[in-house]
């Protein structure tokens, strides 16, 4: 089993940045892909971005957070983050570490944190 724990959320007002921390713990050595999801009030969780956790560390975002959010990693420390800059109100959502073994966070989630709120205000 792995565990995830989230930190770094808040508020913040648009236009500003956030940096969001995911440690694992447990059975980590099994996990090939971490990343994010979010989900804002009435709607899906849908996915932030992922990377994979060894090799070449390959990143993918959606188009609604690229260039404007970040990915990376910490192998030594079972950590992945997530820098958010110019944040946008519809950015508000709660936001959830995502774990995998064998392949990526896009392709499938085996392993969510509690999740960590993020507010954005105009």
């Known amino acids: 089993q792995v565990q995830l724990v989230e930190s770094g959320g808040g508020m913040v007002q648009a236009g500003g940045s956030l940096r969001l921390s995911c440690a694992a713990s447990g059975v980590t050595f099994s996990i090939d892909g971490m990343g994010w999801y979010r989900q804002a009030p009435g709607k899906e969780r849908e996915f932030v971005g992922g990377?994979?956790?060894?090799?070449?560390?390959?990143?993918n975002y959606a188009d609604s957070v690229k260039g404007r959010f970040t990915i990376s990693r910490d192998n030594a420390k079972n950590a992945v983050y997530l820098q958010m800059n110019s944040l946008k109100p519809e950015d508000t959502a709660v936001y959830y570490c995502a774990a995998s073994r064998f392949t990526s966070v896009l392709a499938k989630v085996e392993y969510w944190g509690q999740g960590t709120q993020v507010t954005v205000s105009s």
């Open positions: 990377i994979l956790w060894w090799n070449s560390g390959a990143v």
